[in-house]
Antibody
Framework: QVQVVESGGGVVQPGRSLRLSCAASGFTFRKYGMHWARQAPGKGLEWVAVISHDGTNIHYGDSVKGRFTISRDNSNNMLYLQMNSLRAEDTAVYYC?????????????????WGQGTLVVVSS | DIVVTQSPDSLAVSLGERATINCKSSQSVFYSSNNKNYLAWYQQKAGQPPKVLIYWASTRESGVPDRFSGSGSGTDFTLTINSLQAEDAAVYYCQQYYSSPQTFGQGTKLEIK
């Protein structure tokens, strides 16, 4: 079945870096755009970033632009989120999501499915 | 950036009744070249990741009960849940994917009375 599984979360000090990974299976990974979204404890959803099926088109949310980098490895069906200069307000569960359709570049898509998420806590 | 606003923030509806959640975007999310509204609805139950219910504003995801329906176009959208069941208690979000940054509404918490 179609599945995405996040890993790499943990506790990190402000200003430090962390890299999240997302392993995809059950679908032709190279055909789909992929997203990261996050949810701070007790709060709503926030879209973080998207990467096109071939990695050539990337967009970021305003709050992470310039600090986070999304990337993918189509040979190994992996999605990544490199998070630098982390702040307390980056504390959240980070979700990986497959784009809902393989239409076009895969950028403008809903997320389906979502992974179970990985918790990132930024604290000294 | 497109701002997406949901209403109400929370609602309590009796079992078997209808629930209606609204979503308004600050700009149109209708793309005339393909005649589609770039709006999705998600359901998030406690302790679980979100799950898509509706995309293209009105297309029901496979496996989603037909008591869930989406409507609207341009800037105003509605999620309707008929014949409410106990398992429909959740937080519901809309998302515009028309332009980046893509944005979610703030969420609507649905309680079943």
């Amino acid at each position: 079945q179609v599945q995405v599984v996040e890993s790499g979360g943990g506790v990190v000090q402000p200003g430090r870096s962390l890299r999240l990974s997302c392993a995809a299976s059950g679908f032709t990974f190279r055909k789909y755009g992929m997203h990261w979204a996050r949810q701070a404890p007790g709060k709503g959803l926030e879209w973080v970033a998207v990467i096109s099926h071939d990695g050539t088109n990337i967009h970021y949310g305003d709050s992470v632009k310039g600090r986070f980098t999304i990337s993918r490895d189509n040979s190994n069906n992996m999605l990544y989120l490199q998070m630098n200069s982390l702040r307390a307000e980056d504390t959240a569960v980070y979700y990986c999501g497959k784009g809902g359709t393989d239409y076009g570049s895969g950028i403008y898509n809903w997320l389906d499915p979502w992974g179970q998420g990985t918790l990132v806590v930024v604290s000294s | 950036d497109i701002v997406v606003t949901q209403s109400p923030d929370s609602l309590a509806v009796s079992l078997g009744e209808r629930a209606t959640i609204n979503c308004k975007s600050s700009q149109s999310v209708f793309y005339s070249s393909n005649n589609k509204n770039y709006l999705a609805w998600y359901q998030q139950k406690a302790g679980q990741p979100p799950k898509v219910l509706i995309y293209w504003a009105s297309t029901r995801e496979s496996g989603v009960p037909d008591r869930f329906s989406g409507s609207g176009s341009g800037t105003d959208f509605t999620l309707t849940i008929n014949s409410l069941q106990a398992e429909d208690a959740a937080v519901y979000y809309c998302q515009q994917y028309y332009s980046s940054p893509q944005t979610f509404g703030q969420g609507t918490k649905l309680e079943i009375k």
